[in-house]
């Protein structure tokens, strides 16, 4: 007699890291997390406790409305950067709460919130973040178990103009900047971070969050590790951020005095802009300004593949450093 195959099956959620369990019953699939690898270190021991759970009812929903999910991703995910957090909380806040507080999240599907978020009088990047917020959430319960695990349905909402710019961002040339430092009188620190801000491509967070043990004069290189936001001593941005940059060596000796000049606005990121536009008009590679940029994705820097190596990185960073120290 043929042997019965058993209903279900179970299956290895990479993004989650969980193991799920998948059967069918009266036409429609079902689906329930079974627990971690930690748990279950193999399919075979996953599957017989989910063959033993086979006839059960599925576990009540524990997150309720979209509020009381919230105030359990506080509690559980949130992550710790406080920047990151003062952001999530914004948009949560101000934004989602309002709106979706006393939904359940299966209610939170691609249409009404596509319609809702262009109701928003932000900025297309504000949307995305919203999205990015929702989807998060929608994960987050995923994880949970409170909902099945299927296709985020965030990743089906569309957001217009959400890759164009509001306003170019400002480079300066290496004249304007020489005439920036010029402009400078006895002013030694703050002389110091814009050369350290335009030399090394740095966040303005980053650039306070400097520390002289920072620096290798014998090994020529400046760690980047920690940021400055709102008074605050946080981690760097990414990940990539941080890590140690090649100082030239015109750089070491030559930190002179500066004081703020008169030249229209310049906000703290045009050194970053500056500095990227100095790199690809000494004919960087885009695989190294994107290492010097620090970007975790090369397609935040350009989409063009490109390599990187110390030689190529150590001989940028001197060509950016001497148009930086120059004079005409």
Not at 281 to 287: C, D, I, K, R
């Amino acid at each position: 007699m043929k042997r019965a195959m058993p209903i279900g099956s179970v299956t290895f959620n990479r993004r989650f890291g969980t193991w799920v369990y998948l059967w069918w019953k009266d036409g429609k699939r079902h689906s329930r997390t079974i627990g971690t690898t930690k748990d279950f270190p193999t399919k075979e021991a996953a599957w017989q406790v989910a063959k033993g759970k086979r006839g059960e009812p599925p576990p009540p929903t524990t997150a309720g409305n979209l509020r009381t999910l919230v105030a359990q991703y506080r509690q559980e995910r949130m992550p710790q950067r406080q920047s990151t957090r003062r952001g999530y909380n914004a948009w949560l806040d101000n934004h989602i709460l309002p709106k979706w507080g006393s939904s359940p999240i299966p209610f939170l599907q691609a249409r009404p919130v596509e319609l809702w978020l262009q109701t928003l009088r932000v900025s297309p990047k504000s949307r995305s973040h919203i999205r990015g917020m929702l989807s998060i959430l929608w994960d987050y319960a995923m994880w949970r178990g409170d909902v099945p695990t299927h296709r985020n349905p965030m990743e089906l909402v569309t957001i217009r103009g959400v890759n164009k710019r509001v306003r170019k961002p400002r480079s300066l040339t290496a004249q304007q900047f020489h005439a920036l430092l010029d402009a400078l009188d006895d002013d030694v620190c703050l002389r110091t971070m814009l050369l350290l801000a335009v030399s090394f491509g740095l966040r303005i967070s980053e650039v306070l969050g400097l520390k002289w043990k920072d620096v290798d004069w014998l090994g020529k290189t400046l760690r980047i590790e920690r940021a400055v936001v709102k008074q605050i001593v946080d981690d760097v941005k990414t990940s990539c951020s941080a890590r140690s940059m090649v100082i030239a060596d015109e750089l070491l000796v030559t930190l002179k005095p500066a004081k703020k000049a008169g030249m229209g606005h310049v906000s703290s990121h045009t050194f970053r802009h500056t500095y990227r536009t100095w790199l690809d008009s000494v004919g960087t590679p885009v695989g190294v300004q994107q290492k010097l940029m620090r970007h975790s994705d090369i397609r935040t820097t350009m989409n063009i593949y490109g390599d990187a190596v110390t030689d190529d990185i150590r001989e940028a960073t001197q060509k950016v450093a001497r148009m930086a120290l120059a004079r005409t």
